[in-house]
Nanobody
Framework: VQLQASGGGLVQAGSSLRLSCATS???????????MGWFRQAPGKEREFVAA????????DYLDSVKGRFTISRDAAKNTVPLQMNSLKPEDTAIYFC??????????????????WGQGTKVTVSS
């Protein structure tokens, strides 16, 4: 599966952004067959989990610091996985990546569970 993340930009603290991950499944594979996750990597830091959603479109987990501010969803018609980010803070500044997993064996938050990754979209939140 191919993943294309978009929607990043430069915004002020308190603003909102909506990221999108477009998925392109191989021929013959049904849409929505992947578990999807969003991760982020700030400068000088390790990549960290942000949010995940299961095949049925139910959010599976969120990073504690984004709960109540970020919402992950699935848009079946567009075959995308949006990440709505509200009340952005400077500490949300990072490159955001979407990822796909055929199954989760242990932990939605683990990078190792995800087989495919998009190229990333940069989010910068100024104070």
């Amino acid at each position: 599966v191919q993943l294309q993340a978009s929607g990043g930009g430069l915004v002020q603290a308190g603003s909102s952004l909506r990221l999108s991950c477009a998925t392109s499944e191989p021929s013959g594979q049904p849409r929505g067959s992947w578990i999807m996750g969003w991760f982020r990597q700030a400068p000088g830091k390790e990549r960290e989990f942000v949010a995940a959603i299961n095949r049925k479109g139910v959010a599976a987990d969120y990073l504690d610091s984004v709960k109540g501010r970020f919402t992950i969803s699935r848009d079946a018609a567009k075959n995308t996985v949006p990440l709505q980010m509200n009340s952005l803070k400077p500490e949300d500044t990072a490159i955001y990546f979407c990822a796909a997993a055929s199954q989760i064996t242990n932990d939605f938050r683990s990078i190792d569970e995800y087989e495919y990754w998009g190229q990333g979209t940069k989010v910068t939140v100024s104070s």
